[in-house]
C-alpha cells in the first residue's frame, strides 16, 4: 500500500477531490497547512502598510491506496491541481506497512 501526500492550492480541492473519486478512490483526509517553497511568500499592502506574507495558504490532502492505483492517483492529483504557475505543490509517496481499521479490526488493504 502507499501513503499519498499532496501539498496543493485550496481552490483546487474540489477539483482534486473529483479527480480522485473517478478512479475510484473512496476516502481521504484533508488538512488545511501553510508553507512555503521557491515562492517564498509575497508582500501585501494593508491600510498603507506594506508587509510580507511569509506562509501561503495550502491544502494537504492524505491518500492510502494499493501499490496498483498509486501511479493513477498520482496522475489524477497532478492533472486535476496543476495551474501551470509556481506554487501548485508537492506529491509525497511513501510505503505504508499496516493499516487497522478500529471498528472492526480488520487489517491490511481491506482496512482501506
Known amino acids: 500500500m502507499k501513503k499519498i501526500e499532496a501539498i496543493i492550492k485550496p481552490f483546487?480541492?474540489?477539483e482534486v477531490k473529483d479527480a480522485l473519486h473517478e478512479i475510484g478512490l473512496q476516502?481521504?483526509?484533508v488538512v488545511e497547512a501553510?508553507?512555503?517553497g521557491r515562492q517564498k511568500g509575497h508582500t501585501e499592502l494593508y491600510r498603507g502598510a506594506e508587509y510580507v506574507v511569509d506562509f501561503l495558504p495550502k491544502v494537504k490532502i492524505e491518500v492510502i491506496c494499493s501499490d496498483?492505483?498509486?501511479e493513477r492517483a498520482v496522475e489524477?492529483?497532478?492533472?486535476?491541481?496543476?495551474?501551470?504557475?509556481i506554487g501548485d505543490g508537492k506529491i509525497f509517496i511513501t510505503d505504508v506497512q499496516d493499516v487497522v481499521?478500529?471498528?472492526t479490526g480488520e487489517r491490511g488493504e481491506e482496512a482501506v
Not at 76 to 84: D, L, N, V, Y
Open 12 to 14: 483546487k480541492l474540489d
Open 27 to 29: 476516502g481521504l483526509t
Open 34 to 36: 501553510k508553507g512555503f
Open 68 to 70: 496498483d492505483l498509486a
Open 76 to 85: 489524477a492529483i497532478t492533472a486535476a491541481a496543476r495551474t501551470g504557475r
Open 101 to 103: 481499521r478500529i471498528r
